[in-house]
């Protein structure tokens, strides 16, 4: 549920920018945890590779003053415990927030394509559980 209409013009204005491309989707006032009263203006997962994701929250720093930077520090600490990189919002223009969703779209794009540059960062480790002797294969 989209609570204002920064959230709003933002998710407009990221949308606008991912036409036709293969983005995850924002979600928006997502609770965090069971009975969590912690909810990020929006959320994403970004694939990785096949089984990994990046989970990000979007917070839309524009409802405060910037001189409440410990009440942020205290909620980026809350949702880092979470497992969540915070990516923060802060309008620079009057025009809106089209630089800061170009900003996002920019970053997704540069995570989703850490596997091809990078392989190993995003592997994920299988242990082995059980082997066969080289004399039981049935081929």
Partial sequence: MIRNDSEY???GNYLNIIRDRHFPMLIPQARLGIGERRRPDFVAFIPLQ????????IEL??????????????RDSDLL?????????????????????RRLAEYIDTEMNIANHNPAEVAIEAKVTQT???DNIPF
């Fill in 9 to 11: 013009r933002f998710l």
């Fill in 81 to 101: 415990g979470h497992g969540y990189k915070v990516f923060s919002v802060r309008r620079t223009s009057s025009l809106g927030y089209f630089e800061e969703a």
């Fill in 61 to 74: 720093d524009d409802a405060h003053p910037q001189s409440d930077t410990a009440k942020d520090t205290q």
């Fill in 50 to 57: 096949k089984w990994k994701f990046r989970w990000i929250a």
């Fill in 132 to 134: 066969t002797p080289a």
